[in-house]
Each structure stands twice: as C-alpha cells, then as structure tokens.
C-alpha cells in the first residue's frame, strides 16, 4: 500500500509540475511578447518534459510490481512446500504452487516450480523452488519505446525437519489426544511429543505426572498442569501437523487357514499366520517369527510370560478390523520387531479400516516391546513400567494416554525402525 501511496504522489507532482511549467511559458508569450517562438519551443519540449515525469511516476509502478511479484513467489513457494510435506508428488506439488499463484495475482505470467531447487544452495535440500515471469506494458514510456518491461521473482521454501517424535497422535481434533496422567514419570530421549489435534489441549499433562522430553508440540495448543522439562526453549502450538510415517505400509494378508491356540495350555509355541478366533493367551507362550494376523482380540492374562522364540528374527501382529490388544499388568511380555523386510521396526499394526477402540499395554518392569505400536484408528493406553531393548518403543495412535514410567529412545535404527518426523517447519529461504 505504501508503494501504491508513492506512485500516486508522484503522478500528482508531476500534474503541478506541467501545469507550472504551462502557466509560466504561456505568461511569458503575452508578457514577452515572443509568441510564435514560445510555441514552438514549447511544442518540441512538451514530449521530454511528459516522458521524464512518466518515466519517474512508470519506475516506480515496475518497482511496486515487481514487488508483488515477488510475494506471489513467497506464497507459491510456500503452498507448493505445504503440498510436499503432505507427501504429495510433484505433480500435485506444481499444482498447488501454480493455484497459489494464480489465486494471487499472477494473471498472464509464466510459472516455474522445482523441487528440489535447480539452482542455489539448497539444491540438495528438501525445498520447493518457484520462478515466476511476466511482462508489463508501458504507459507513459510507449511514446519512446513500444517493447514491454519483463520482470522476474524467484523464491525458495525450505522444509526442516524441526524434531524427531517418540510419541505421535494422529487424531486431527480430539481433546487431550496425548494425556499424560496418573504418577506417571517419563523420560524422552532424542525425542519429542506429536499431536496433531487442533484442540486447546491437544496435549495435557494432569495428576503428578512428571514428563521430560526433546519438545511438546502441537497443532493446536496444550495445557501443562506440572512443569516439564524440554531442551526446546518452550513448548510449540499451532504447528505443523504431521503426516502419518506408516501411511503406505500395506496390511498383511490372511491365509484360509486358521492357526489355534491352546488357552489353557501352560507352554507352547505359537505359529505365524491367522488367528480367526484372535488369542486367549495363558501360562508360558513363545511366537516363532513372522507376521501374525489376528482376526479377534488379542489377551494376554495376568502372569503369562510371552516371548519371541528362538532363534528370534521379530514377529509383526497385525490386528484386523477393530480388535484390540489387552495385556495384563501382571504378564511379562519380551517381543522385537523384525530389523528387515515389509514391517521392518514394526511390533503392533493395528488395521486402518477398523473403527474407534482402545487398546491397552501394559506388564511387568521386566516387560520389553522393541519397535513401532501403530494403531492409526484406535487409543493407545500406555500403562506398564517399561520399554524396549535400549528404550526403543515408538507410539503412533489415534489418541494416545500415557500412565507408566519409563525411559524412551528415539533411536531404533538397530532394530529395524527409523525416526518418525515431527512439526515440520516451512520458511522462505531465498
């Protein structure tokens, strides 16, 4: 607007000034008595004298264009990252940048969107680059010169990882959809706390519930009834959400034929494949590896000692439909993602067609789960005393409520799983 109120100014001063310079050059004709030569003086002069004020009063309406061409850019650049870090492709990713621009003013100009960046320092970068070109016509200079005026912005939208996340809650509205309570005292390593809810207390911390982490962060905001502690300098709201790390991970399939289990068996080895019945599961119990489909519900009773048996590569249990898993508070459960292949860090998958349920982990302080639980459309109540081999235990839920002590690591790489991003950031950087 300020460039605006500068091109009007100067057209108006350019207004006195002509009509100045008139006043003086006709008062002198009758004065001075030079009429004919005044004339044709003025004649010849008139020209410049109009192409010198325009071309000021034109400069500075390139300079104001060029301007907003500029925050066009900006914006372009910006939509088409926001597009990337939705996972889109880049065809998707042009679009948005192109629908940006257009939204925005662009009209008859051209439009260029790379991703990665073609050029600068950032090519190597996760970032989107637009370039944008159009050309204006000329007012008062066309009497010099017919040619147009081109002009050209560029910009450049980085994408920063800004946290790793050890607890994520995918849930997009819910309130309280990361809850820590109770007499809860957890410590994230290397990590932080995801909710992508756009509650006021899409995280709460509530009761004596002590929480230590890399940051808290929200796309809507949080209510912190204790003190936590962060490496952050203060919790973030209104960022980001995140997007889903197992989105693409494909649900296994089942076989025809169903594999029993033996509830009142005190010791047994279990076999992949598909529970139909899903799993009563009692006494002492070793899953050889693989990846189990379990077509009900998945229990694990008070004092059942649950294993993976050797030699152990990981199993995956996959819970169909809206099945849930509940395991006893008083049941040792040691049980390792596989380190390779499909459902490589991944320990529980619950279905993503199922419908709102809760499933609840719980267990002894000898307890260990190694790797992802990921329940897209479920809860994920959080209760025992423990984690896994080297803290390596990530949470994905729909909602998450996290009531058991424990030390959490981020770093699962050796064990098959990878990190899981947090309130990605986006920012003009060129």
Not at 188 to 211: E, N, P, R, W, Y
Not at 281 to 292: C, E, F, I, R
Not at 367 to 395: E, H, K, M
Request: aromatic share 6%; hydrophobic share 40%; glycine share 10%.
């Amino acid at each position: 607007m300020a460039g605006i109120a500068w091109v009007h100014s100067a057209m108006a001063f350019s207004g006195r000034f002509i009509g100045n310079l008139f006043s003086r050059l006709v008062s002198r004709r009758f004065c001075e008595g030079k009429g004919g030569n005044v004339a044709t003086i003025f004649a010849l002069t008139l020209p410049v004298v109009i192409g010198g004020a325009g071309l000021g009063v034109e400069t500075s309406y390139w300079y104001y264009s060029s301007l907003k061409l500029q925050a066009i850019a900006d914006a372009a650049a910006y939509a088409g990252a926001l597009e990337k870090v939705a996972g889109s492709d880049t065809t998707a990713i042009t679009a948005a940048a192109t629908s940006s621009a257009g939204s925005n003013g662009l009209g008859g100009g051209t439009i260029v969107v790379n991703t990665p960046p073609a050029s600068g320092p950032n090519t190597a970068k996760k970032a989107v680059e637009v370039i944008l070109n159009q050309n204006l016509d000329r007012i008062f200079t066309s009497i010099f010169t017919q040619t147009k005026v081109p002009e050209q912005a560029r910009a450049v939208a980085l994408i920063t990882d800004a946290s790793k996340a050890c607890v994520l809650a995918l849930n997009p509205s819910a309130s309280q959809a990361a809850l820590f309570s109770g007499n809860t005292s957890v410590k994230f390593t290397g990590c932080s706390v995801m909710s992508d809810s756009l509650a006021s207390d899409a995280i709460k911390v509530q009761g004596s519930a002590g929480l230590q982490a890399d940051c808290l962060i929200t796309v809507g905001g949080m209510v912190l009834n204790n003190p936590v502690t962060t490496l952050c300098k203060s919790p973030i709201t209104q960022a980001l959400p995140a997007s889903d790390p197992f989105a693409s991970l494909p649900a296994p399939a089942s076989s025809n034929q169903c594999q029993p289990v033996n509830s009142g068996k005190s010791a047994q080895i279990l076999q992949p494949g598909t529970y139909c019945s899903g799993m009563n599961l009692n006494g002492n119990v070793a899953l050889s590896s693989g990846t189990y489909v379990v077509q009900g519900n998945l229990k694990i009773n008070a004092g059942a000692v649950v294993t993976c048996a050797a030699p152990c590569t990981g199993v995956t249990i996959f819970m169909a439909g809206s099945n849930t898993v509940s395991i006893n508070g008083n049941a040792t459960v040691t049980l390792s993602a596989p380190t390779s292949g499909t459902y490589s860090g991944v320990l529980f998958y619950g279905d993503r067609t199922g419908t709102a349920a809760q499933s609840t982990f719980n267990g002894t302080a000898n307890s260990l789960l190694t790797g992802a639980i990921y329940f897209p459309r479920q809860q994920v109540n959080y209760l025992g005393n423990f984690s896994g081999l080297d803290g390596c235990t990530q949470v994905v839920a729909d909602t998450i409520q996290w009531s058991g002590n424990a030390t959490i690591n981020q770093d699962c790489s050796k064990y098959g799983g990878g990190d899981i991003p947090a309130a990605p950031s986006v920012a003009i950087v060129e």
